[in-house]
């Protein structure tokens, strides 16, 4: 049986706090201490290249999953245990979505409001019930959360919505969640 795998949506760029890299650091390396594998758009770059890579280096196993168009743009990461090319992105999504046993976003940019949004609504609408955890460093979420509970206020989505996702305040926290779920 293979291991307990966690899907990370984040940023292709570093962002402007410098603590969304070193989250991004603590969170690659602490799934790799917990035994757990990561799963991510197999890039180089930004807080995915920097995820990856404290995986990789801890030893972790990192399966990246990314389009043939962006092999270049996103700079492949060669160096890690599997590196799968898919033909589009949305086979991309789709197969790190299957991969999953739960889904974990640092801060991003609209990539990853895309990939957050797609595992939520596909939770809402029952095609999976896999955790979903967004990592609050330095309070990236708020703006989103905050949203989210105007979508729900507003009667647009269902109050049972709210428990679709959950904020963690930061990489320890999210760790300990997943180590639960895990079981
Ligand atoms: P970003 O958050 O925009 O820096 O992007 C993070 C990751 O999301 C990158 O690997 C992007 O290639 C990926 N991404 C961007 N747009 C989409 C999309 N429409 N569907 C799935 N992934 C995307």
């Known amino acids: ?21 070193g989250a991004a650091e603590d969170f690659g390396q ?10 991510y758009g197999g890039g180089d770059v930004g807080l995915m290249g920097i995820a990856a890579g404290a995986a990789a280096a801890a030893g ?9 168009r962006l092999l270049e743009r996103e700079r492949a990461k060669r160096d890690i245990a599997r590196l799968v090319v898919t033909e589009t992105m949305f086979e991309r999504k789709a197969r790190m979505i299957e991969r999953g046993d739960a889904f974990v976003a640092l801060p991003g940019g609209l990539g990853t409001l895309d990939e957050v949004l797609e595992v939520v609504t ?13 990592v609050d460093t330095d309070g990236y979420w708020g703006p989103f959360l905050a949203l989210y509970g105007a979508v729900i206020r507003q009667g647009l989505a269902a109050p049972s919505a709210s428990d679709l996702l959950a904020a963690v305040p930061d990489v320890a926290a999210a760790l300990a969640r997943l180590e639960a779920v895990r079981g």
């Open 1 to 21: 049986m293979s291991a307990f795998a966690v899907c990370l949506f984040c940023g292709s760029r570093n962002g402007a706090s410098p603590a969304y890299a």
């Open 30 to 39: 602490g799934l790799a201490r917990l035994g757990m594998d990561l799963v």
């Open 60 to 68: 972790g196993r990192v399966t990246g999953f990314i389009p043939r």
């Open 122 to 134: 596909l939770r809402q609408l029952g095609y999976h019930d896999k955790p979903i955890l967004l």
